[in-house]
């Protein structure tokens, strides 16, 4: 895929969540005088007795294999085995396990890196590959015109010679060695 497909695609992705977060303001009717609403009161997580009222808030944790709800243990990432166990654990939503949300958000973030690293890779290498293309071309251009120089300075000199042969049978050129040569003190 070119690069300007990609870019249409960008770009076209952000017109559709630009066109549907504008919707959605627009949907959403507002009263005519302002009320003021308190935020929900959560009740503690102890006495939560389902997943769906335990995971409303967010500062609780659903164990499934014991049905109960606990606060989420703020000092640690993960929450020790010893709590719940991974596999029965419940954050969020009731639908996926802990162990799950992790094994996903790992890969997601993997696939996320080795895409941005690929991508690094690509460009520099075509970035490289294109100067060291240029390199070579410049590298020829200059062995080639350095072959035309040389063959033209043979090509001079072979016509300075033949030019002094045709001078000398002339006596264009003074030759000392020719029997006929004019004297110079004459």
Partial sequence: MDKSRVFVSMLFFLLM???FSVSEA???TKPAFITTTHPPVHKPCSIQT???T???NVSCLWC???GSCMDYPVS???PPASMCKLSQARWGVCWVNFEALIIAMAV???ILLLAISVCCCCCCCCKRRRSSSFDREDEQFARRREEIRQRADERRAERKVKHDEIRKKYGLIPD???PYSKFENE
């Fill in 108 to 110: 997601i973030c993997g």
């Fill in 26 to 28: 627009t949907s959403t």
């Fill in 17 to 19: 969540c630009v066109a």
């Fill in 64 to 66: 499934q294999a014991n």
């Fill in 54 to 56: 335990c995971l409303a």
């Fill in 50 to 52: 389902s997943c769906e």
């Fill in 76 to 78: 640690y990432v993960i």
């Fill in 176 to 178: 000392s060695d020719h």
